[in-house]
């Protein structure tokens, strides 16, 4: 019986699913948090997405052994700053583990709550929690955006492909 045939046995290995993944372009977010004791958490994301337009959802994967899990799960609200292909910097130090992910004073305080985020992102959400769901090795939380700060839309955007970071040559002219 193969993995495929077995339930309880998985029919695709970590290893080979994260080849397959590696093949999916997605952009790359910085998502940051306070927690109850007021300190700043950071990381940098692949997985956020879009779930819903009725009401506005969006999901953000994190890891279980992520540094920030604990942070990022009990937090009322959180930042995702949508990154340019000018802040890979960033990217990469919020994607260290023991890097001090707020070093490079790039970060500014949300207005009200003093979540931090990235002001120059080419797109900020500002969003409640409403859910956290748990989903393998990961959990899943869902937020519904309060507000939203836009940049430049004509910076090009920051992207994970092939386990590294790329910005998309346009071959067409941008839509206004």
């Known amino acids: 019986m193969t993995g495929a045939d077995d ?3 998985p029919a695709v290995g970590p290893q080979s699913f994260r080849d397959a993944m590696a093949q999916l372009a997605s952009p790359v977010t ?3 948090v306070l927690d109850a004791a007021g300190r700043r958490h950071g990381f940098t ?3 956020v997405v879009s779930v819903s337009l009725d009401p506005p ?5 994190i890891a279980l052994t992520s540094s920030c899990h604990t942070a990022m799960a009990a937090a009322a609200e959180f930042c995702v700053s949508i990154l340019g292909e000018d802040q890979r910097a960033v990217a990469k130090r919020c ?3 023991g890097a001090d992910r707020f070093a490079g004073g790039e970060f500014a305080a949300w207005d009200g709550t003093g979540v931090p985020y990235l002001p120059d992102a080419k797109v900020v959400l500002r969003c409640r929690t409403t ?3 748990r989903a393998g090795d990961h959990d899943l939380v869902l937020g519904t955006p309060v ?3 836009t940049g430049d839309p004509a910076k090009p955007p920051l992207l994970w492909y092939r386990r590294d970071f790329h910005t998309p ?3 067409t002219p941008a839509l206004a």
Do not use: F, K, W, Y
Request: hydrophobic share 45%; charged share 15%; glycine share 8%.
């Open 7 to 9: 339930p309880a046995r």
């Open 30 to 32: 910085v998502v940051t």
């Open 45 to 47: 994301a692949g997985s």
């Open 57 to 61: 959802l969006v999901m953000v994967g």
């Open 95 to 97: 994607a260290t583990h």
């Open 131 to 133: 859910d956290v769901v």
């Open 147 to 149: 507000e939203i700060r």
């Open 169 to 171: 040559t346009p071959t």
